[in-house]
């Protein structure tokens, strides 16, 4: 009888390749899969409980389910079940990007105070109706936001390029950032009246309930426009994490790119924490899932981020309802306490020594 | 055909000169250059500078008349030194994006050769599976010079290819690279510490120390014992060894610390 040994032969090379390529696939259609689950779970969840096979109707065959049913689902809570989804994907694309181009895993929106930033600009319109820019009531919060933002990401940016700096030192910065601007955002807490206080406290805490199909198309179109850029520099994005002088030398204009990434990411950090508040953690642990599932090039990378950022935060909203019966937790509160132990455990079982 | 000609280049970091007024060549397609010189003479600033990653006076007059097409670039590829990363990608996702480069986001069966064959060729493609944050530093090396070979340069400029590698390794690098550069008329230029790999591998040699050009040439004339005297700072002897090949042998610094 012949010995075989196929089992034992190990493929190399681009058969391997192919393999890692089918399975990447398979993995993005299970995330998505999951996420599907977990919007029907948001949207049956609630003060009134819909059975899922009811919400897969509503959402489907509207025809099928009574008006009532058709109402809270499709008018009511498909839109902060929405919110979720985009806002969730952008954060993690946002931090995924600073992580890839700071080429440091602690880099995300929240832990560089570009969200502080965002919240300290949010909070002087809804303390003392102050606006960097003469713009319409309607959008001078997420206005304030993202200017604030912008400019946190530049400092931060401008400070990164210095002869000398290092990883370390812009996580350090980015710390110094974070309490500056809590320090400020404290400040504005303490001269503001007991009404803005309140609008200032709630809109840290985040939360979806707020959360309209206006804001939903703002935050989809900021995705829409920003992806494809990311989209066509998936090979030199997926390089950056080579090091400067490598990227260097396969021709990529590293100090362009890099300033060019940081814009689209303060645009995607402080376009969604501008109408939700702010939402640590996805925008770290999204990219970390993503990365143990399917590795880093983006081209896997960038949607796998997506997904596991709008799943994360689509769960957290389920937790948020279920946490304490009868009461929606602010989503912000649970993230921060689902997504930490959750990111611990990764990060003491990354037997892969990614970072 | 591939001519490089250095003409009075030089280069600063903030206010400081690192390189000034280096004139060598030309060279041509086929030709092996080693850079040698003493620690931070100038070596990887004079790579960068000759493949514009660092722009400075003088010109880099560079010819090259591209006969292959989809060609992404301009024929110039350098490998910085050595540096590890901790990145999720394997060794063929590493080399693979060094190929993709500038291209689409399609994965070819063309493209998939060429990096097999890439990989093959330096000896790594049992490697290819393996995260590269789990290499060890030689292999660091190898994946490095992969991603330059992939780009099928006509000039690479190797900066200390083999400063991680075991000696077998170092030699099987060295003459690969030689025979690339005579077989497909490619421009290779390396800086390198060994002056008996220089004297072994080397058509050309330029040293470099304290930023400027101190001799240059073919190896033979340049690697003399008054040069180690006076730019390596060694007692030293250049003698025929039993094979006939002229070697080095240092007997001790000249300034010894006991």
Redesign the interface.
């Known amino acids: 009888m012949k010995l075989r040994h196929i089992k034992n032969q190990e493929l190399i090379g681009g058969q391997h390749y192919r393999h890692v390529v089918r399975r990447r696939l398979f993995l993005l259609a299970g995330l998505g899969t999951a996420l599907f689950v977990s919007i029907c779970f948001d949207l049956s969840l609630g003060p009134a409980s819909i059975p899922l096979v009811d919400v897969v109707r509503a959402l489907f065959l509207p025809g099928t389910v009574t008006d009532q049913v058709s109402v809270v689902v499709r008018d009511i809570r498909l839109p902060v079940a929405a919110m979720a989804v985009v806002v969730g994907a952008a954060l993690a694309i946002a931090g995924a990007q600073m992580q890839t181009i700071l080429n440091n895993p602690l880099a995300s929106p929240f832990t560089l105070g570009i969200s502080a930033a965002a919240g300290f600009g949010a909070s002087l319109v809804l303390a003392f109706g102050i606006t960097v820019l003469p713009v319409a009531a309607a959008i001078m919060v997420p206005v304030n936001a993202f200017i604030m933002a912008m400019l946190a990401a530049l400092v931060i940016h401008m400070l990164s390029m210095r002869r000398g700096a290092n990883t370390q030192t812009i996580v350090l910065l980015g710390i110094a950032m974070v309490f500056s601007f809590n320090a400020l955002l404290a400040l504005v807490q303490f001269l503001a009246s007991s009404e803005g206080l309140a609008a200032v406290v709630f809109w840290t805490m985040g939360s979806l309930t707020k959360a309209t199909w206006p804001k939903f198309f703002v935050v989809s179109a900021i995705l829409v426009i920003v992806l494809p850029v990311f989209i066509r520099r998936a090979w030199a994005m997926t390089a950056m994490r080579m090091g400067d002088d490598k990227a260097a030398s396969f021709g990529i204009r590293v100090g362009r790119l890099r300033l060019e990434t940081m814009l689209l990411v303060s645009l995607l950090a402080a376009i969604p924490v501008s109408f939700v508040g702010t939402i640590g953690f996805v925008g770290l642990v999204g990219p970390h899932i993503a990365r143990l599932m399917i590795g880093e090039d983006q081209r896997f990378f960038l949607p796998a981020s997506a997904l596991a950022g709008a799943l994360l935060l689509s769960a957290s909203s389920v937790a948020s309802k279920t946490l304490i019966s009868g009461a929606i937790l602010p989503i912000g509160i649970v993230t921060s306490l689902v997504g930490i132990p959750f990111f611990v455990s990764l990060v003491l079982t990354n037997s892969k020594k990614l970072w | 055909m591939v001519v490089l000609t250095l003409d009075q280049i030089g280069a600063r970091l903030?206010k400081k000169t690192v390189l000034s007024n280096i004139s060598a060549g030309p060279f041509r397609g086929g030709d092996v250059i080693a850079v040698v010189g003493p620690n931070a003479a100038g070596k990887s600033t004079l790579f960068k500078r000759i493949?514009g990653?660092v722009n400075g006076q003088g010109h880099v007059d560079y010819q090259y008349h591209d006969t292959s097409p989809g060609s992404?670039?301009d024929g110039m590829?350098?490998?910085?030194?050595n540096?590890m990363?901790?990145?999720?990608?394997?060794v063929?996702?590493?080399v693979?994006?060094?190929k993709?480069?500038?291209?689409d986001?399609h994965?070819s069966q063309q493209d998939?050769?060429t990096?097999?064959q890439t990989?093959?060729l330096l000896g790594i493609?049992?490697l290819?599976?393996r995260?590269v944050?789990?290499l060890s530093g030689g292999q660091m090396q190898l994946v490095?010079i992969a991603?330059?070979l992939v780009?099928d340069p006509r000039v690479l400029l190797l900066d200390e290819p083999t400063s991680a590698l075991d000696l077998s390794r170092s030699h099987q690098i060295l003459a690969l690279m030689r025979s690339l550069a005579k077989k497909h008329d490619m421009l290779i230029m390396m800086a390198l510490h060994d002056l008996n790999d220089v004297l072994r591998y080397a058509d050309h040699t330029l040293v470099i120390a304290n930023g400027a050009l101190v001799a240059g040439g073919a190896t033979q004339d340049v690697i003399t014992e008054a040069l180690l005297h006076d730019v390596y700072q060694v007692r030293a002897r250049l003698e025929p060894c039993s094979a006939g090949q002229t070697r080095v042998i240092v007997d001790g610094a000249l300034n010894e610390y006991v």
């Open positions: 903030g493949c990653l992404s670039h590829c350098y490998v910085p030194q540096t990363v901790s990145v999720a990608l394997s063929y996702e590493a693979l994006l060094a993709k480069q500038g291209g986001w994965v998939m050769e990096v097999d990989l093959n493609l049992d290819s599976n995260p944050g789990e490095s991603q330059a780009r």
